[in-house]
Each structure stands twice: as structure tokens, then as C-alpha cells.
């Protein structure tokens, strides 16, 4: 879905290095999230932000982090790579008012 | 960790049949959602049924929800080639949590 925008789409790193995934949406949405998917295993939330200044730990945040520098902006930072962090990396958006969620393209990222 | 999960894991039918699939969860749910993933793409949403309703329509898609038993099924009629993807239910609430899904593949 075009109005929501991850780069880079495929990232290759190596272990211990610390990298950033990005983000961006212009749905105007004010919830966003980032998923990561693995094969067999559906997709997992890492951390969710309803606006700005709000930040929450997902069902796997360890060995991540987030920032969410504006409404329309939500990046996620391994800060120092491992291989099982190998995976496909998903970014949603979503409003307060509906339940759905509207994904990006995905980011497809594997640490060696 | 996972509420439930979709049944089926995988499903091989032939164009034009219906497909099947479904979605188990084990705890109270606000309202559950159907998403599809085209191989190594975004989800794209399908249908969101409410917890106080049993059924509901989208096209050729039809949703049934029994929180009694909390399960759902997703009901695709008259599949065709191009609805060859991955079908996930998303248990919902304040977040989602998604089943492992189930791969569908239509052949011609």
C-alpha cells in the first residue's frame, strides 16, 4: 500500500551492527506498529505508539527500540544485530476509531 | 505469545471450489479480523467481524464467528487463481494478535 512506506526493503548486516528500519505514512493515522514475521510463526508485534509521546513494548521488544519522531514517522533500531533477528519486518498503521490495520510493503532484513 | 492459531496450515484446492479456513483463540476478543498476504507482501485487510455478531458478508467472503467456542471461519466461494495467499485471523482488542495463518493455494 503506497500510503504506507518502509525503506529500506531489503537490508543485509551483519552481526553487531546497529541499523534503523523506517517508517512513513500519509493515512494521517495516528497508531502505528511494527511486526516482525518469520515463517510459521505469523507476525509478532515488537512496539506500538498511539500518538507521539506514546510508546509500548510489544510481545518481543527485546533487542529493539523505537522512536517515533512524528505522527506520520515510527522507526525501529536493532541496536546491535543477531542472526535470529533475520526476518521480514512489517510497519501498520491504524486510527482510534476503527479496528483495522493498513501495512506497509515490508522490509525484508538478515543479520550474518 | 499466540492466542490460537488458523486451521488449516496449508489448503490445496481447485478453481472454483470454496475454501475453508479457521481461526481458534482462547480468550475474550473485541472483534476478529481477517487478513491475506500475498507471498512476501503486506497484509491487506479482509473483513472484521464484531464479537456480538455471528456472520457477516464481503463479496464472495463470509465470516462466522462463534464466541461460545471462540472460533471463527473465513468461507471464500467460487475461489479463483488470484486468491492464492496466506489467510491470517487477527484476534483484536487494543492490539492484534495474529494466528499463524493458513496458506491457500487455488490451482487453475
Known amino acids: 500500500d503506497a500510503d504506507v512506506t518502509q525503506t529500506p526493503r531489503n537490508r543485509i548486516t551483519k552481526t553487531g551492527k546497529r541499523i534503523m528500519l523506517e517508517c512513513s505514512q500519509t493515512k494521517g493515522h495516528d497508531r502505528m506498529y511494527w511486526y516482525r514475521q518469520d515463517p510459521g510463526l505469523g507476525l509478532r508485534l515488537i512496539y506500538y505508539?498511539?500518538?507521539?509521546?506514546?510508546?509500548n513494548k510489544g510481545e518481543i521488544s527485546d533487542g529493539y527500540s523505537v522512536s517515533r519522531q512524528a505522527q506520520a514517522k515510527f522507526s525501529l533500531s536493532l541496536e546491535s544485530a543477531i542472526p535470529n533477528q533475520t526476518a521480514l519486518y512489517f510497519c501498520?498503521?491504524?486510527?482510534?476509531?476503527?479496528?483495522?490495520?493498513?501495512f506497509g510493503p515490508g522490509t525484508r532484513l538478515t543479520v550474518t | 505469545s499466540q492466542q490460537g492459531e488458523e486451521d488449516p496450515q496449508a489448503l490445496s484446492i481447485q478453481e472454483g471450489e470454496n475454501a475453508t479456513m479457521n481461526c481458534s483463540y482462547k480468550t475474550s476478543i473485541n472483534n476478529l479480523q481477517w487478513y491475506r498476504q500475498n507471498s512476501g507482501r503486506g497484509l491487506v485487510h479482509l473483513i472484521l467481524?464484531?464479537?456480538?455478531?455471528r456472520e457477516k458478508h464481503s463479496g464472495r467472503l463470509r465470516v462466522t464467528l462463534d464466541t461460545s467456542k471462540k472460533s471463527s471461519s473465513l468461507l471464500i466461494t467460487a475461489s479463483r487463481a488470484a486468491d492464492t495467499a496466506s489467510y491470517f485471523c487477527?484476534?483484536?482488542?487494543?492490539?492484534?494478535?495474529f494466528g499463524p495463518g493458513t496458506r491457500l493455494s487455488v490451482l487453475p
Open positions: 505508539s498511539f500518538d507521539v509521546k506514546d510508546i
Open positions: 487477527a484476534r483484536g482488542g487494543q492490539n492484534f494478535v
Open positions: 501498520a498503521t491504524g486510527t482510534s476509531g476503527a479496528y483495522e490495520q493498513y
Open positions: 467481524i464484531r464479537s456480538n455478531e
